[in-house]
C-alpha cells in the first residue's frame, strides 16, 4: 500500500471550469504508459468540495477542451 510519501504523483492537468483532466505516467517493458483521468468538482449542500467522474451537459464542452489539450500535451511527449 502506497504511503503519503511515495504516493504516485500526477505528471500533468488541464483545468477548464470544474473539470479537470489529469495525466498519469506508468512504467511498462517499451517505456512510458499514460493514463488520463477526469473529473468534475461541485459543492454539495454542506458546500464541501467533491469530485465526481459523471458529467452533465453543461460540462460537455469542458469536457472536450481538457481531452484535447491532453491529447496534444501527450503527443508533444512521444517526439
Not at 49 to 69: P, Y
Request: glycine share 6%; charged share 20%; with cysteine.
Amino acid at each position: 500500500m502506497a504511503t503519503p510519501s511515495n504516493k504516485p504523483k500526477p505528471v500533468h492537468s488541464f483545468t477548464c471550469g470544474t473539470v479537470q483532466a489529469v495525466t498519469w505516467k506508468n512504467t511498462g517493458k517499451n517505456g512510458a504508459l499514460y493514463s488520463v483521468t477526469l473529473g468534475r468538482a461541485y459543492k454539495y449542500a454542506e458546500k464541501k468540495w467533491h469530485t465526481s467522474d459523471s458529467f452533465e451537459v453543461n460540462d460537455i464542452s469542458a469536457v472536450n477542451t481538457v481531452l484535447e489539450q491532453t491529447e496534444a500535451w501527450l503527443r508533444g511527449r512521444a517526439k
